[in-house]
């Protein structure tokens, strides 16, 4: 259940909403330049908005000018928050923000003190305004500097445009769902607006020509006959966990994607890319804990499809690498479903970069050797010729309840039992841990870490150069 749990994220500081407040009593407290950046967001937003200060500002003025704002010059009392659906301290005096805390506490008022995180019920992201279109950034308060940065960011690469989109698309709204009740031809019907020649003209300005498109296009959706929903599976790697490791592709069918399948080997966060109206199946695996039978993970994507979902299965690592992914899409086919395939960063590349042991080097080793050190009938059936090599790396998955059987089995068939051998648990993620030895001393360090998998073990001189090339450690303790 651990591993389920941990899948889906990490736990929130903050719930990130926006709030309808529109002719709904607010307050501001304060009369300078914060007091007036909230009273202009509140005031846009339709608030019945009181400033109370005895002085103001010239930005607070021109806001309360402008949106004719109601401006009291008394003391704060109860009366004032009463009634009140939120409310914001920017007093330069403390006392008075502390005494509107108390107030709107009693009354069970969210409230925010500018610069005073103890003292706030809710946080102000930094936002990029393509109204209808916001975006808000947040660090929880955590590193402004950094919200500052992305918001910078976002500035830059999304057109205004996209608000002229927004309202476009929100003025069709009813008349699409009216027009095509199928929910995955509604969502099919959104994105080709969104990302065809109706937006394109919008952004050029051309609304008259952008308004005839989008009235053909409704014709033809909502016809009786027109074309049903048409299913697919995309086959997604993940790579061996870190999110930043997922590729430009991957990251795009995530957000389409209307149902997605995952395994206990995704990276935490990962699935907080997916989109996050996508129902979600676990169909994870352990060792001798088929949770969800192979077969079963086959005829439900078949199934999935043909209802007209795009189904995402995401793989840790990379589907075509000890993943079965070849064994899902030969059923795909058989079957007639159409899929796509889009690789991930193997858990032997990945792991192996984050550990700082490289899987070849010119004085170390001129090839490497995937494997898997899964037992059958309590025996390892390996190719012990093809994997002891002086000049080659062996890289071993899923070995980790069969280390005492592989370094064993290395030392039976000649391999020197001091060869270099590493275990990497968690590899690329936060908690990564690398235990170093040799063929001879490796199991028996294992033991001591108290290490678990998912675990990667590497066999070969290259893990010599481990202490002075590992990166990640250093990096996450800097």
Known sequence: MGKRSAALGRKLDHLPIFLNV????????GGGTLAARKADLLARAGCDLTVL???MNDDLARVVSEYKINHKTDDLTVNDVDGCVIVFGASADSAVNKKLHEMATAAGILVNISDTTDLCDFIMPAIVDRSPLLISISSGGATPLLTRMLKARFETTIPAAYGRLAEFAGSYRDRVKAAIGNMARRRRFWETMIAGPVAEHLFSGQEEEATALMDKLLVEASKDGA?????????????PGDPDLLTFRALRLMQQADVVLYDRLIGDGILNLVRRDASRIYVGKMKNDHSVPQDEISEMLIRLAREGNR??????GDPFVFGRGGEEIATLAENGINFQVIPGVTAANGCAT??????????HAQSYIVVTGHEKDGELNLDWSSLIHPRRTVVIYMGLTSLGAITDGFVAHGADPETPAAIIENGTRNG???VTGTLQSLQAKCAEAELRSPALIIIGSVVSLRDKLAWFERGENS
Request: avoid cysteine; charged fraction near 25%; proline fraction near 5%.
């Open 227 to 239: 074309e049903a929903a048409q299913g697919e599976v995309y086959l997604v790697g993940t790579g």
């Open 53 to 55: 200060t005895p002085e």
């Open 311 to 316: 189904v995402l299965r995401l793989k840790g």
């Open 354 to 363: 984050y550990a700082g042991i490289p899987l070849t080097h010119r004085d």
């Open 22 to 29: 529109k002719g709904q009593r607010a307050l501001v407290v």
């Open 432 to 434: 990564q841990r690398v």
